[in-house]
């Protein structure tokens, strides 16, 4: 459990965060500049805080009003920064092992060859990080970070120099890390997409304030917290119940999926990006998308020159469509539409909890 | 005829100690101005490295004129080092090795100052998140990274003090076997009558040095980079 009270005045604002992370995993999610790699180099002890203290289960790692500041190589917390800053004259090898060698072997809850292959580092072992792929240097950056076994792994937007197939690759073992490493985790990101792979359990942070904490579902839709995400390509969710491998229920209504591994009956979210639903007004024919569901039109927002259509499923949506389609199609507040998916733009969340 | 006479040996000797030792004696202070001025940002920063750099643009018989007045047996310093350890600088050949680094070490650290500034400063602070202790980061990733500039710095300073000749004439003066380094001799034998030929052979042993360093300075940096 990590417990901050942080106070730090930056150039343009204050950071003033106050909250407890009790989750395996907790997200830390913000538009850029909102004070979250400030908040990790807190943490990991990189910077200061003006005021207040952080802890971590029994330890005290920073308390203003008692003197204690311990320093980062004191702190154990595993420190994943965005570039992956592998160090340039150590092989893969010996910039795993970094941090390792520092550890008393007691302390060593790792062995070395594990690690190596669950992150599948092998092969690459003695090669320099300037022969290593973008996402081969982010797991060296991730073993290394894992190899000094930390009390507490903080990663800050560790797939956002990725691209997409990249990031597909990547999340597969930060997965394994949660699940079978156990090591607890606090993950950065813009994208709450990548966030909802990982954990439901979510800290909204915006010009260095919470704005909320607590379950992504049930504060998405507050107004506060919607702009936020809206600003990065609305992700919309939904609570789905899964009935085959590739096809999940929603109020009635069946959506097609890509395969996911959880056995039917399970009760998961998915998410869908506000540009990836198309809006029609009959059901079509003849269309290679599977999935259809009737809605009903609830508003209809522009703002800086994007369109969100909301729509009713049985719960909020939003499509973004262009100002033309708006025209085109005649949208009005009430009237009924089919909205379309396609299956591959659905993204498996977590479990309902 | 090819082979130095007993004379030239000693001073090629002599010169090759100078350097080397000034070399020695500068290295940990250029490594840790040169880290300061780096990464360092404080008040009068330019006026410590406007005082680092003063040497490079002061005509070295100043130079030398101030380490004398400064060290000289009735210099303020000179004084205290001879009555309370009978040591003398002046008129020594550890004062030929103080003047060399003195005028060498503006170019010693210039280039480790570079060499430092070069290394991303997010590596060290990844370090320490790693476990390593602010020294323990240094050496291990800032300094090993800034390893071919602070080489370079060293043989240029090295270069230097074998050229170095106004600081260490008013300085140490120009004593046979104690202070008469390769400049030092070939002045002498050019001011003999005779010494033409003598000073010839020194000039060209003076430009085998000098070349020498240069390249082993470039060749060691490539090798270091890769």
Redesign the interface.
Known sequence: MLTLCVHRQLAEFTLQIDVTCTYPVTAIFGPSGCGKTTLLNLI???LRPDSGQINIDDTILFHAEKGIDL???K?????V?Q?D?L???LNVRQNLL??YQ??APSERKFHPDAIIDLLELNTLLDRLPNLLSGGERQRVALG??IL?SPRLLILDEPLTALDQELKDRIMPYLRHIRTDLGIPMLYVSHAIGEILQLTGQVIVLNRGQVLAHGDFFSIAHQPKILPLIEAHGFENVLPVEVIAPNRVQYNNQTLHIPPCDRTSGTHIFIGIRANDIILCRQRPAGLSIRNALSAQVLDIVETQGRSLVYIDVGKRLAAEVTPEAIEELALKIGDPVICLIKTHAIRIGPDVS | MIFPTPEEYTVLVLSLKVGLLCVVISLPFAVLLGWVLARKNFRGKLILDGLCHLPLVLPPVVVGYLLLLLLGRRGFLGQILNDWFGLQIAFTWRGAVLAAAVVGFPLMLRAVRLAIESV?P??E??????????LRAFF??TL??AAPGVLVGSLLAFARSLGEFGATITFVSNIAGETRTLPLAIFTYINQPDGEAAAARLVLLSIILSLGALIASEAIARKMKT
């Open positions: 990991s002890g990189l320093p980062p190589e702190r154990r917390i595993g420190h920064f570039d800053l160090f340039p004259h970094y941090g520092f550890l290394r970070a000094t | 991303d997010r590596l602070r990844a370090a320490r998140t790693l476990g390593a202790n602010p291990s990733i090993r990274l």
